[in-house]
């Protein structure tokens, strides 16, 4: 029992990030992968190294869209290539737990980004004489924020890795999706508040931080996802 | 990246089952180590020459989990075969490790910490015993408290100044004491809850050289990994499992409408434990031998004591108060400081830049 990724693991969550320099924030996913060169390991590869790749895709914001069709359409027909080119930006069903299990580590990558800038702008910004991060009520912020992420990273990564052994928990994507959105958001206030008045004019910021609650609007309210979970939970217990 | 036991931490798990299975029931908890020390289950991570398998800390970990599990009291594990008996592993001489470390594995002997004093508690570097030489060997004065199962022990592990140092940390050993001598008194220090804690008077207890733990004066560097099991939230961990077994039973018997609006609130529960407990698990699993990452171990010991107060305290504002409920209630505050207070596991993720790093 561990949280260990495998070495192709690892060195495809690289990949992703640095393909993820080549196309601006907001930009196509799909071309971020492309970039990275990683889309035939994908295709071949399990929902955990999907989940991976959107981590880091959530980390640069990067526009989901087509992403989730292509794992869609390889759901819909397994064995079968990926195309070269998602000309479609349909997207796959919302609803379906593999998709929203994509979303979710959209969000946990979404909420690093938050908790990466607000320690480096804490890091950089004095008050009153002092670093920011050395006040406790800033540092001890950003650890619990930390925490709250690594718990929604392993709630996500569980969950993928139960679907790739075929033995799906009914209530463990909802139950991910909720932890990782609600991480998201706590991640983005954590930022704002770092920045200070600076955060509510910083466009870098003010995108993550409208990223997050967009979060709310592709997967659901936090609330409500833990809810269904309960429900989806209750049913079986 | 495994979300469950592998193989042979299973077959370790159900060899604990097995053994505890075949005791009558109602049998002591002591009864019961010795049993599985039989079957060198009580410490697999030591070498086999030692009472143990061989295995790695992974390994340990999922055979005390099943202890815990099954309701042994894990704070006597922890201490006796994690804490002094690891501290033995690593810092101990040959020959302490051979006269003491079979004993433990045996799970016939026990063992206590005894690091906190009246005013030194979560500062422990603040201590006021003192071990002065005596001969070839030392005699230990002072009080020392908050030490638990000490009355089941027959060995602690003590810390005491042997000389002043040029820090507050310099000039701290530690020493094996034999909690038979006449000059340590034990007085117990009655807890509305709970088996008591002890409080422990060492009136000029003498030792020989070879009761010293690792190197003279510089004992405080020892401690970390001595109590890093403790650090790691086992002890947590294993009351927010049993706490949320006894919460979904409080939960199963509420009306369905109940059921249906607190559902989410039990599955993040469970999620946050699941969450910990592989935390935890992964801390073991990145050890190498008897030496934890300190910043994984924060992150580990927070998640398991978060995730039991949240069970203690869901359980106490929603559910009808059960027994089990009324004491996990109780007990949840204890878990803020076992270990290290909470404030400290937080210093210590805020201040390895960047934050994150250790968890990624």
Known sequence: ?237 | MRPELDAEQARLADEVDRVLDAAPPGTDPLELFARLGDERLLAVHYPAAFGGRGLSLAHHVAAAERMGARGLPDVIHIVSVQAIGGALLAFGSAEQQAQWLPRIASGRLFGSLLLSEPGAGTDAAALRTTATPDGEGWRLTGVKTWSVATDRSGIALCSARTREGRNRYDGISLFLLDLNDPAIRLTPVPRALGDPYFEVALDGAYVGPDAVVGPLHRGWALLPSTIGFERAGFECLSRATSWLGAAENAFHQLPRADRAATAGDLVRLRTRVAGARALAFHAMHTADALDADEVLIAYSKLACARAGQAVARWAGEELPPTPELRAAVDEAPELTVSGGPQELQLDLIAHDFPIGRAVR
């Open chain 1, 1 to 237: 029992m561990n949280l260990e990724l495998d070495r192709d693991q690892r060195q495809l969550a690289d990949a992703v990030r640095k393909g993820g320099s080549a196309v601006p924030p907001g930009g196509s996913g799909w071309e971020v992968l492309r970039h990275a060169g990683v889309t035939a390991a994908l295709a071949d590869g399990g929902l955990v190294e999907w989940c991976l790749a959107l981590e880091e895709l959530g980390a640069g914001c990067h526009d989901i869209t087509a992403v989730r069709a292509g794992r869609a359409f390889l759901d819909a027909h397994p064995g079968e290539r990926l195309p070269d080119a998602m000309t479609t930006a349909a997207p796959a069903v919302a609803t379906a737990d593999r998709d929203l299990l994509l979303c979710a580590a959209y969000a946990v990558g979404l909420g690093r980004a938050c908790l990466e800038a607000a320690q480096n702008r804490a890091a950089d910004r004095v008050i009153t004489g002092r670093r920011q991060i050395e006040y406790q009520g800033t540092s001890h912020r950003l650890a619990e924020a930390a925490l709250e992420l690594a718990l929604a990273r392993i709630t996500v990564w569980h969950a993928a890795w139960y679907e790739d052994q075929g033995r799906p928990d009914g209530h463990a994507a909802p139950a991910a999706a909720g932890a990782s959105v609600e991480t998201a958001l706590t991640c983005a206030h954590t930022l704002v508040q770092a920045y200070g008045a600076a955060g509510t004019s910083d466009p870098d910021v003010v995108r993550l931080y409208r990223g997050a609650y967009a979060l709310t609007q592709l997967c659901g309210s936090p609330r409500g996802l833990w809810q269904t979970a309960g429900e989806r939970w209750l049913a079986t217990a």
